[in-house]
Nanobody, 120 residues
Framework: QVQLVEFGGGLVQAGDSLRLSCAASPNTFNRYAMGWFRQAPGKEREFVTVIDWSGLTTRYADSVKGRFTISRDNAKNTVYLQMNSLKPEDTAVYYC?????????????WGQGTQVTVSS
């Protein structure tokens, strides 16, 4: 069982930056690919980005390429999402998830989500 807790959401203005963190336990964190998803009001949850267990390979949704960066620190059991040049359409609840497999990751564990609101 992997427990995930997200931190760092908040209210920002368009063009601002924000960094989300996701802390994982137990110490099997480095076995999993880690992904970030988001869900806006009235919309389905959508993929944002994923990073493999080593941190060497990443993938991004087209909507965030060049603005968001995912990274991980396996020593700290934490994955990060650096979000730059935020837009109002980035407003959503952001979830981190842990899963096995690559490149087809099966996500078995989810955090509770953290709200990101971008005002225009």
């Amino acid at each position: 069982q992997v427990q995930l807790v997200e931190f760092g959401g908040g209210l920002v203005q368009a063009g601002d930056s924000l960094r989300l963190s996701c802390a994982a336990s137990p110490n099997t964190f480095n076995r999993y690919a880690m992904g970030w998803f988001r869900q806006a009001p009235g919309k389905e949850r959508e993929f944002v980005t994923v990073i493999d267990w080593s941190g060497l390979t990443t993938r991004y949704a087209d909507s965030v390429k060049g603005r968001f960066t995912i990274s991980r620190d396996n020593a700290k059991n934490t994955v990060y999402l650096q979000m730059n040049s935020l837009k109002p359409e980035d407003t959503a609840v952001y979830y981190c998830a842990a899963g096995a497999g690559w490149p087809g990751v099966k996500y078995d564990y989810w955090g509770q989500g953290t709200q990101v609101t971008v005002s225009s």
